[in-house]
């Protein structure tokens, strides 16, 4: 008797297989309906009259077996995915990171999925992971530090893009502004002889954060001499990237009094380089950084930089990746976002 009801309880119970999910029309069959009074339910189709029993006995049997319905396919019937595709040269802590954090907490609450492609600066990889994003149903893209060159057929934004293409709003730091916080601060200090660090060529601000250099320091009288810029180009996420150039420039015998460094992680590198010389930062060399990365507070000693704010372009880039898809407001072709002074450690008035 016990076996029989045992039995019994076996086959009503929902037939699937382990690690098997089964189909709508097989869900459908099961529970007896209509497939779609099923698809209905599911879906949370408003409208339909629908007994709440009917509707607790479909949501009880999709549980219980693993019922996953076909996101893709039904997002491409309705052209919302709710999917963001994002390019970025590589996944290192540091500038990265933090635009990516504000541009996935936007994305969170409008309530989009993302998925992340990271290229090392390859051409070809730019060109191949934005084909296949808008093949697996991005609805627009966020291009970070990428260098883009045409357009493409949904709405993108880059974040440090600085070239004009159809259809692209480049988000972007005011770096005139930002070189004269960083000149200004060492010309206040009584620094003249200054080092500089010339971006890598495949980073999308290098040549924008060197112009504002340039421009700001002749108009304050400073000579840039060609002896005291060294130029990037390893394609690195570590201090490491900043030792070798500045250990380049104490050989050159060359004095200095002050180095601008191209962003944060290159003058943690640089402060490594000069205290390995027995140099003592800020008493014999001020060193200013650019990004204010989490980690520029926290170094010995603390980096005086400048802040551009790295989670809240995300957030700016995210919102108006938006607007493009949604065309709430009228798309612009260029967002500036200003820059700030934070003086900590590691620039100080010239010794004597």
Known sequence: MKDSVSDKRVEERPKSRPHQTPSLKQLAEHLGLNPATVSVVLNEVPGRSIPQSTRDRIKAAAKA?????????????????????????????????????????????????????????KPNLIEEYTRMLIGRGAQGLIAIDTLLEHPVSIPVVAVAGHKHIEGVTNVVLDHYRAAELALNHLYGLGHRKIAFMHGQPFSSDSDERWKGLVVVAERLGLEIKPELVVKLDRDMSSPELGYPVVQQLLAASQPFTAIVAFNDISAIGAIRALKDCNLRVPEDVSVIGFDDIKAAAFTLPRLSTINQPLEEIGRIATQSLLNRIHNTVSPRDEIKVDPVLMVRESTGPVAG
């Open 65 to 121: 077996m693993n019922y996953q319905p076909n996101l893709l396919a039904r997002s491409l019937r309705s052209r919302r995915t709710l999917t963001i595709g994002i390019l970025v040269p590589e996944l290192g802590d540091g500038y990265h990171t933090q635009v990516m954090s504000g541009i996935g907490d936007q994305l969170i609450k409008a309530g989009y999925f993302y998925f992340t492609a990271h290229h090392r600066h």
